[in-house]
């Protein structure tokens, strides 16, 4: 099921919010100008501290991007509810103790990790009654503030969680937008109700549901954070069951090296004009089937990817993938 979009005016009050003196310092290490967030906690987030965020899990912190990913009215109405940083900060950092300094902008990943880890999951620096736990409802996440003597503590479920997703530094973001399938496999009757699904690393993202065709539309922007230690971009395609397990339509892999070495060749895309910087070569060894080229296109580092879906009768998706540096 996808989500629903924030309201024009719902995206206008989070971008004036956003724009409060209080928020123009992210919550965690005070650098200026954040441009993510983290919608159930309800601060404003430097791609640094962010990178942390993510690692934490989704249930722990739901980091979206003010500018590049889409809201729902809820998580919207949810930031605005806690107030801004500084509110968010008066509970989550009421009682830092001496020796648990607060990491500045050019503070490591390490010192980034040990503070927002002791801040939002250990809860080391609240009211010592205090608790809080983060809770999903429908698809978006808020957060709700209770005494520990009355409820359950997180504490242990979210730390064996940390220690599953492990911790990772990130070198920056790939927005993939998932354009179409071609004739796709018929997994149902006569047709199939597909998704697709990509996973780098830990992460794992999906489009919504098409029901009922076989060249769905999805027109649908995802966005992954790419490791350090990157592998390949793997995508799969599944057809919706209702009352069984889904059944596979086929899946592929990208090798996302030739983008990201492309793009880390110039230090500002946005200064040069529309220009081909780069190529993946269609061949027996993977799933293109046409080459695919890598582009500066108004300032950005984009790549066209067609894909015939392996180990399948029949199936094509066509993507474009887009580099996002850490200092955008």
Request: glycine letters at 6%; proline letters at 5%; aromatic letters at 6%.
């Amino acid at each position: 099921m996808s989500r629903r979009k924030a309201s024009p005016e719902n995206l206008r009050r989070l971008k004036d919010f956003l724009l409060k003196k209080d928020n123009q310092l992210c919550a965690d290490c005070g650098a200026p100008e954040p441009k993510w967030a983290s919608a159930n906690i309800g601060v404003f987030l430097c791609l640094k501290c962010c990178g942390v965020h993510r690692n934490l899990g989704t249930h722990i912190s739901k980091v979206l991007s003010v500018t590049l990913d889409d809201w729902t009215d809820e998580e919207i109405e949810s930031m605005i509810e806690v107030g801004g940083n500084i509110s968010a900060n008066a509970i989550y950092e009421a009682f830092i103790p001496e020796g648990s300094s607060k990491p500045i902008p050019d503070s490591t990943y390490e010192e980034r990790l040990k503070f927002i880890r002791s801040k939002y999951v250990l809860q080391e620096f609240l009211k010592p009654s205090l608790r809080i736990v983060s809770f999903s409802k429908g698809r978006s996440s808020s957060t709700q503030y209770s005494d520990s003597r009355r409820n359950r503590d997180p504490l242990l479920e979210a730390s064996a969680s940390m220690e599953m997703v492990g911790m990772v530094e990130f070198i920056g973001l790939l927005k993939v937008k998932v354009i179409r399938g071609i004739h796709l496999a018929v997994r149902d009757m006569l047709s199939s109700d597909p998704y697709v699904v990509l996973s780098i690393g830990q992460q794992k993202v999906q489009t919504r549901v098409i029901p009922s065709n076989l060249n769905p539309v999805w027109n649908e922007e995802l966005m992954l954070s790419v490791p350090e230690k990157y592998g390949p971009l793997k995508l799969k395609v599944f057809d919706h069951d209702t009352f069984s397990a889904d059944d596979i339509m086929g899946e592929a892999e990208i090798d996302v090296q030739p983008l990201i070495t492309a793009a880390t060749a110039f230090d500002d895309p946005s200064s040069l004009g529309n220009m081909q910087i780069g190529k993946w070569l269609a061949s027996r060894d993977n799933a293109l089937l046409d080459d695919s080229i890598i582009s500066i296109v108004d300032g950005r580092v984009k790549q066209d990817v067609h894909l015939k879906l392996q180990n399948v009768e029949t199936g094509e998706v066509e993507l474009d993938l887009e580099w996002i540096p850490l200092d955008q």
